[in-house]
């Protein structure tokens, strides 16, 4: 069983910065994919970036050139770097873990950006 357990959220002003980590334990398997996902007030769950085991990465286009999704070293952690952030990032964020055809999913961390 994996859990993961999401910290960093938070409230800041419109063009501040947050840090979301992410940290995953239990059975991990080396061949896995990493993501990150928000939800808005009345919206549905949306894609804000992924990772693979290998590295690669791939945002929203809303977050493109703001964001960065990384790996810690130990590769069971996961982060999201956000920078330049607006009202609309505004979400909860919800960290996302996929190997072996099973989904697990955070706990959630809001993020409120003020105007």
């Known amino acids: 069983q994996v859990q993961l357990v999401e910290s960093g959220g938070g409230l800041v002003q419109a063009g501040g910065s947050l840090r979301l980590s992410c940290a995953v334990s239990g059975s991990i398997s080396s061949m896995n994919v990493m993501a990150w996902y928000r939800q808005a007030p009345g919206k549905q769950r949306e894609l804000v970036a992924v990772?693979?085991?290998?590295?690669?990465?791939n945002y929203a286009d809303s977050v493109k050139g703001r964001f960065t999704i990384s790996r810690g070293n130990a590769k069971n952690t996961v982060y999201l770097q956000m920078n330049s952030l607006k009202p609309e990032d505004t979400a909860v964020y919800y960290c996302?873990?996929?190997?072996?055809?099973?989904?697990?999913w955070g706990q959630g961390s809001q993020v409120t950006v003020s105007s």
């Open positions: 990772i693979t085991s290998g590295g690669m990465t």
């Open positions: 996302n873990f996929v190997a072996n055809g099973r989904t697990s």
